[in-house]
């Protein structure tokens, strides 16, 4: 296992409505990303937190946002959603930002939008 | 738009056999390129990666093979096994640790006993 864990597994939401999915990283790991994975497609960068901060972001809508908190768990936000949002929702932890540190995923979060 | 194009889509191969998974990238700023691997129900993990100063690296079964003028990168798996089966996504990224991924599509590669 990889020590990144992710909650709920799975959800189900109508469109129009919000939602947010929880991440909690490895111990020490102070940088986190976010990725939405599509049935059957590579996942897509959403943004990425190193302590606390957003420091960069992809080609998503300001209707994705996110927090990190102190402990370095973090949660991704979800507002107005969309048919196209159904996705494996992925986190990603690691130690910092340079070097050869490992980039470890968590399970996902299967989100469907009806 | 898709910045790493990954063939073939899927793969069959017997075991015991060579599987060969092909990527090519635009943009010349990518400065590391790692491969994926995914069972299902699982996120991605690191497989292999390697940084464009080499054109070769290769960790036990696991060979990547890069190319920088034809911004082409490829995964080697020799004595393909049935437990290798899994989706495999190559990725890139503008930073040499691994920030910010572009990832291929994914090639679903079954090893036939």
């Known amino acids: 296992e990889t020590g990144v864990t992710q909650s709920p597994t799975h959800l189900i939401k109508t469109r129009g409505q919000q939602v947010t999915l929880r991440c909690s990283s490895q111990s020490g790991h102070n940088t986190v990303s ?12 959403i943004f990425q937190y190193y302590r606390e901060e957003e420091n960069g972001r992809g080609n998503f809508p300001p209707r994705f946002s996110g927090l990190q908190f102190p402990n370095y768990s973090s949660e991704l936000n979800v507002n107005a959603l969309e048919l196209d949002d159904s996705a494996l929702y992925l986190c990603a932890s690691r130690k910092g930002l340079a070097g050869t540190d490992t980039q470890y995923f968590g399970p996902g979060t299967r989100l469907t939008v009806l | ?17 060579i599987s060969i998974i092909n990527c090519a990238y635009e943009n010349t700023a990518f400065d590391y390129f790692p491969w994926y691997q995914q069972f299902p129900g699982k996120g991605p993990a690191l497989l292999i990666a390697i940084r464009p100063d080499v054109s070769e690296k ?4 696991f060979t990547i093979s890069f190319n920088k003028s034809a911004k082409q990168f490829s995964l080697h798996i020799m004595d393909s096994q049935p437990g290798d089966s899994a989706t495999y996504f190559c990725a890139a990224s503008r930073d040499n640790a691994g920030n910010m991924l572009t990832f291929g599509g994914g090639t ?3 090893v036939k006993p």
């Open chain 1, 34 to 45: 976010w990725y939405q994975q599509a049935l059957g497609q590579g996942p897509q960068f």
């Open chain 2, 1 to 17: 738009q898709q910045q790493v194009k990954q063939s073939p889509q899927s793969l069959i191969v017997q075991k015991g056999g």
């Open chain 2, 58 to 61: 290769k960790e036990g079964r």
């Open chain 2, 108 to 110: 679903r590669l079954m």
